[in-house]
């Protein structure tokens, strides 16, 4: 499964979650877990990712409901989803 937020007027991926993907090799040579977030990084774009398993203990923390998820996914981005009545059918 992958979310992802973009800039829309310059069409910039911004984040990216991904889960149950396969491991990422950073340009370091390091590689993520299955579960990892991309963010990005001035000159790299979204080439860096995070293992979720320990990238910040206030998100992330469900990674076996995906509806967990995406609420996670949206507070991360700013995305305000307090007005939105019916999340149950998200998958």
């Not at 937020?5 to 991904?18: G, Q, W």
């Not at 370091?28 to 860096?48: A, F, Q, V």
């Not at 979720?52 to 995305?79: A, G, M, P, Q, S």
Request: some cysteine; overall charge negative; hydrophobic content about 35%.
């Amino acid at each position: 499964m992958k979310l992802q937020n973009r800039c829309t007027n310059i069409n910039e991926l911004l984040i990216r979650v991904e889960i149950d993907s396969p491991p990422h090799t950073n340009p370091d040579s390091t590689i993520t877990s299955r579960n990892h977030i991309h963010i990005y990084k001035e000159g790299y774009g979204l080439k860096w990712a995070y293992n979720l398993e320990n990238f910040d203990n206030k998100y992330f923390k469900n990674i076996n409901d995906f509806l967990n998820v995406f609420t996670d996914f949206c507070l991360f981005c700013n995305i305000d989803i307090n007005n939105i009545n019916n999340l149950q059918g998200v998958i």
